[in-house]
């Protein structure tokens, strides 16, 4: 089964060090989302990606954040400068609206664990 | 402003009993909901969902109801499993991008 991929499951920066997390969505999708995931909170969308470009963000997605499709497989997502209070679950999220039910649901990365210190 | 927030944050039952978890959402315009599953460690896993021109659907051991009078949804998990044990979230589809907005979480630990 097609899954959303992500690397690495678990990365540890320093405060004002840039990170870019890294995504495989599935092949045939066209949408493309990062979330955040503050541990034991809920998920937070951060940015909705379509047709090689920002299509929504949130008031999370200040300057410091950037996505980019850089080839026909990859969705990443930078960090500029971290701050402590980035360090969180991120998710990425897939949708291929080919219609119906069950369709355009968004399937879910594992998840990389983003930790600043 | 837009919500989707849970009525329980835990739920404890014992394993064979059906489960129930609810969940409030207030943006009467939400016209799809999901249920995504978390497991300690994962990411969000698609259970099942519903659009707003329905009132029930069934799933494999799952039913989710949606009462849009009141704005409010349920998962139903028949002979729930120790495997069952995790967090459950809803989400409101949120528009045009379908980004999703979430609720906060019910913890269903199954007791064997």
């Known amino acids: 089964e097609p899954e959303v991929t992500q690397t690495p499951s678990h990365q540890v920066t320093q405060m004002g060090q840039e990170v870019i997390l890294r995504c495989v969505p599935i092949?045939?999708?066209?949408?493309f989302y990062w979330y955040r995931q503050i541990l034991g909170q809920k998920v937070e969308f951060l940015v909705s990606?379509?047709?090689?470009?920002?299509?929504?963000k949130s008031e999370i997605f200040d300057d410091q954040f950037s996505v980019e499709r850089p080839d026909g497989s990859n969705f990443t997502l930078k960090i500029r400068s971290t701050k402590l209070e980035d360090s969180a679950m991120y998710f990425c999220?897939?949708?291929?609206?080919?219609?119906?039910?069950?369709?355009?649901?968004?399937?879910f990365g594992p998840g990389t664990r983003l930790t600043v210190l | 402003g837009e919500s989707v927030g849970l009525h329980l944050p835990t739920l404890s039952v014992q394993e064979g009993d059906n489960s129930i978890i609810n969940c409030a959402y207030s943006?009467?315009?939400?016209?799809?909901f999901i249920w995504y599953k978390q497991e300690s460690g994962k990411g969000p896993q698609f259970i099942i969902d519903?659009?707003?021109?329905?009132d029930k659907r069934q799933g494999q051991r799952v039913t989710v109801l949606l009462n849009k009078t009141v704005k409010h949804l349920s998962l139903q998990i028949a002979a729930t499993q120790p495997g069952d044990s995790a967090v459950y979230f809803c989400?409101?589809?949120?528009?045009?991008?379908?980004?999703?907005?979430f609720g906060t979480g019910t913890l269903l630990a199954v007791q064997p």
């Open positions: 999220a897939s949708i291929g609206l080919a219609g119906g039910l069950g369709t355009d649901t968004q399937y």
């Open positions: 092949s045939n999708h066209l949408y």
């Open positions: 990606f379509y047709n090689n470009e920002i299509s929504e």
């Open positions: 943006n009467s315009a939400s016209d799809y």
């Open positions: 519903i659009r707003s021109n329905m």
């Open positions: 989400a409101e589809n949120g528009g045009a991008t379908n980004k999703l907005i």
